[in-house]
């Protein structure tokens, strides 16, 4: 299961940035990924790959395999860890922050961790500047639709689990229109868990394109853009306070620059 989930993984990671190269291209632009490996000194490592482009002003996919032991204070955080602080993990996590306000920035990512226990988690939800009901029912259509392919998933407390997660309290207001958050799938079946995996990610890799191409060319001006950074700016706070990828990465050990790829390259408040 390490080897196919990992191997999937690798995949994926090579699949969107081939998709968002070719973006850049059909725009005139030869912007591609820059690639950087790196190695965790307690096991594992991964690849950071970050585009910066016409029409993403920042895109990062990173791809992770990690492997050790949890600090005391962060096992108790975890399932499995009860006899052993022993754990393996690896995913992939996609973040984009478009050049235009007109496009919606993005997150997903996916993640198999294996403690004393194994379980797949993971999620994707879409930022935009301002909201836009066709863009939000068709991100939602795709991520609907890879959770009823699959009896393992539950659309509805997937998206229930997203709106609570991605939500700033201390603003009283969300992150973005939502998408879908899981969190320990388990199911028992191991393979039917890891095949809607692979499906959402899929289904990511052609709704977001999507979304960018019916938007990247609409005319916009400072006031846009001014909204655009301050959306931003939300981004980072959820980012830097809340997100639980952030912690456990740099509990663990992790490439401090890939673990801070999700932050976009400018923002105000």
Known sequence: MK????????????????????????????????????????????????????????????????????????????????????????????????????????????????????????????????????DTALFHEALKGACDAHEVADYASYKEACDRYFF???????????????????SGDKQADFAFVQQLGRSFLDVYPRLVNAHANEPYGEPQRAAQLRKRGRYVEFNLIHDRGTRFGLETGGNTEAILMSLPPLASW
Not at 168 to 186: K, M, S, T
């Open 168 to 186: 700033l309290p201390h603003r009283q207001e969300a992150r973005g229109v939502g998408g879908i958050f899981f969190d320990a799938l388990n």
């Open 3 to 134: 080897t196919q989930s990992k191997n999937w993984f690798r995949q994926l990671q090579g699949e969107l940035i081939a998709s968002y190269e070719a973006i850049e291209r059909a725009a005139g632009s030869d912007a591609r990924f820059e690639l950087q490996s790196w190695e965790r000194p307690g096991g594992g490592g991964g690849t950071m790959a970050v585009l910066r482009g016409q029409v993403f002003e920042k895109a990062g996919v990173n791809f992770s395999e990690v492997h050790g032991e949890f600090s005391e204070q962060f096992r108790t955080t975890l399932p499995g860890t009860e006899a052993s602080a022993g754990f393996w993990a690896s995913g992939v996590s996609v973040v984009v922050h478009p050049r235009s306000p007109q496009v919606p920035a993005v997150h997903f990512n996916t993640r198999h961790i294996i403690t004393g226990k194994s379980w797949f988690g993971g999620g994707a939800d879409l930022t935009p500047v301002v909201a836009d009901d066709d």
